[in-house]
């Protein structure tokens, strides 16, 4: 398979690290999780407002280094800013790897389900919340193309449709 960048993207609790690590053991892709170098700002006494932004360039910084030196990467984060594929398409043409999203849905009963039986990191949610993910400054749905996975099938159902996507473009 051609090196690839693969963003993945969905509320929290919609299975996207779980997917995430199944892909990287698939293809041998290396996951880079924005929720642990936000945890990592928080637990130095970074504020929420520098933690957030600090991460994704953290995120995006460390992408391309090792897209530059031919890793295929899974980029874990829930892609709510308008700006991130850009950015990920970006590295992805600069250093000759394809671009992916999967967008990861469930039910919100599912969600809440998830989120209250997992230990957060700093930077997670504990439950849902109740806010628009979308109505901060720079929040966006995603209007490009992707593959959309509901995370309620088998893991390894929703990993082979996600193979079958970055080997053909489809899934």
Same mark, same amino acid.
């Given at each position: 398979?051609?090196? &690839?960048?693969?963003?993945?993207?969905?509320?929290?609790?919609?299975?996207?690290?779980?997917?995430?690590?199944? *892909?990287?053991?698939? +293809?041998?892709? *290396?996951?880079?999780?924005?929720?642990? *170098?936000?945890?990592?700002?928080?637990?130095?006494?970074?504020?929420?407002?520098?933690?957030?932004?600090?991460?994704?360039?953290?995120? &995006?910084?460390?992408?391309?280094?090792?897209?530059? /030196?031919?890793?295929?990467?899974?980029?874990?984060?829930?892609? &709510?800013?308008? /700006?991130?594929?850009?950015?990920?398409?970006?590295?992805?043409?600069? +250093?000759?790897? &394809? $671009?992916? *999203?999967?967008?990861?849905?469930?039910?919100?009963?599912?969600?809440?389900?998830?989120?209250?039986?997992?230990?957060?990191?700093? /930077?997670?949610?504990?439950?849902?919340?109740?806010?628009?993910?979308?109505?901060?400054?720079?929040?966006?749905?995603?209007?490009?193309?992707?593959?959309?996975?509901?995370?309620?099938?088998?893991? /390894?159902?929703?990993?082979?449709?996600?193979?079958? $996507?970055?080997?053909?473009?489809?899934?």
């Amino acid at each position: 398979m051609r090196r &690839f960048l693969l963003q993945m993207a969905g509320m929290p609790g919609s299975g996207k690290s779980t997917l995430a690590r199944a *892909i990287s053991e698939a +293809t041998g892709a *290396i996951v880079l999780d924005k929720d642990v *170098i936000k945890s990592a700002a928080l637990n130095s006494g970074a504020e929420e407002a520098l933690a957030a932004p600090l991460a994704y360039e953290v995120l &995006f910084d460390l992408a391309a280094d090792l897209a530059r /030196s031919g890793h295929s990467l899974v980029l874990d984060s829930p892609a &709510f800013f308008a /700006s991130i594929p850009g950015k990920g398409s970006g590295i992805a043409a600069e +250093t000759g790897a &394809f $671009y992916r *999203i999967i967008e990861c849905v469930a039910p919100e009963a599912v969600l809440a389900k998830r989120l209250s039986a997992r230990q957060p990191m700093p /930077s997670q949610w504990g439950a849902l919340l109740p806010i628009d993910p979308y109505g901060r400054p720079g929040t966006a749905p995603l209007s490009q193309p992707r593959l959309e996975v509901d995370t309620t099938l088998p893991v /390894s159902d929703c990993l082979a449709r996600s193979l079958a $996507y970055l080997r053909d473009g489809q899934g």
